[in-house]
């Protein structure tokens, strides 16, 4: 069953660097977001491929897909919908918004003020939005892909913790390299690669390799280690604020979905260090002290990593 699982997993990664050249890695990371029922953020300046990695991600899984323009007169109502009178019938009825899609796009979302950005909390954690008092559900399965250039761009507002817990991923794309690019500018010379490729897999297909992903096993060492590695960034001297359980928890799925795409149907600690730092770092709020001395929480993580003992390993010889 992992093996037919893999095939899937590497097929949709090798449809989608058609279009996102040279960045496996992240492309990789997109689809264990995907695979595990997980949102992703991505962050970066503008022109990366943050949009485009969203689109053609959509595309190969042949969900419904919308795309949200996140802009300062942006309103809640915008994104879930609202209720309006029906003169005709005399009644009241609702009008969906574009978050009622299977892959939502919140392009640019730090754009919009925190109002309209918590509009999406719901939607995220429950998978519903309620509107004047009425909670309509949202299609299955549903993922929000939001992308947002880095704080001190003007006319932007961070995040909300809470929000920013609500996302399973961050990915940074980062520049191409002369040769990566240089590949793009020829590939999209005559057409864009986006509008050429095509579904990988349906909706429904996607779903049972969710359901596959969660049943990976996961031994009883690595979900300790899970939880120490998340423990640690909460005593963590230089954090404030340190994964929350929701963090472990994306943390472990994430795991499963990489032994997924490696051809495994187990967890191992590789697994959970090299999805630690897109995971968790995110999530982490440095103190104030760190952060005048400009400490990221990515380093944080790292070393986390190099201090907390992994499962199965034996200390060295003096």
Do not use: W
Not at 65 to 85: H, N
Not at 154 to 170: I, V, Y
Not at 202 to 222: C, F, K, N, Y
């Amino acid at each position: 069953m992992a093996e037919t699982l893999s095939e899937t997993a590497s097929r949709i990664v090798a449809n989608v660097e058609r279009v996102i050249i040279g960045k496996r890695t992240e492309v990789e990371h997109a689809l264990i977001a995907v695979l595990s029922r997980g949102h992703v953020l991505i962050e970066d300046v503008p022109g990366t491929g943050k949009t485009m990695l969203a689109r053609a991600l959509a595309r190969s899984v042949g969900c419904s897909f919308k795309r949200i323009q996140f802009t300062p007169d942006l309103l809640p109502s915008d994104v879930t919908g609202v209720t309006v009178y029906n003169q005709k019938h005399g009644e009241f009825e609702f009008r969906s918004g574009p978050v009622h899609a299977q892959i939502v796009l919140a392009d640019e979302i730090n754009r919009a003020t925190p109002k309209t950005q918590s509009a999406l909390l719901e939607a995220m954690e429950e998978r519903q939005v309620t509107v004047d008092g009425t909670s309509h559900p949202l299609p299955s399965p549903f993922l929000v892909m939001a992308t947002q250039n880095p704080i001190e761009y003007e006319g932007t507002f961070p995040l909300p913790e809470a929000q920013l817990d609500r996302f399973l991923m961050r990915i940074r794309l980062g520049y191409p390299t002369r040769a990566d690019e240089i590949s793009i500018l020829t590939a999209q010379r005559e057409i864009h690669p986006i509008d050429s490729i095509g579904e990988v897999i349906s909706a429904a297909g996607l779903q049972e390799v969710q359901v596959g992903v969660s049943r990976v096993h996961v031994d009883r060492a690595i979900t300790e280690y899970v939880v120490d590695l998340a423990t640690a960034t909460r005593d963590h001297q230089e954090v404030y604020l340190g994964a929350s359980p929701r963090g472990s928890s994306a943390l472990l799925r994430a795991a499963q979905a990489r032994a997924v795409i490696d051809g495994r149907d187990f967890v191992l600690p590789d697994d959970v260090k090299a999805l630690a730092e897109a995971t968790l770092a995110h999530r982490l709020i440095v103190s104030p002290g760190a952060r005048m001395r400009n400490v990221e929480p990515r380093t944080i993580v790292r070393q986390i990593l190099d201090t907390v003992p992994v499962p199965g390993a034996r200390p060295g010889r003096a």
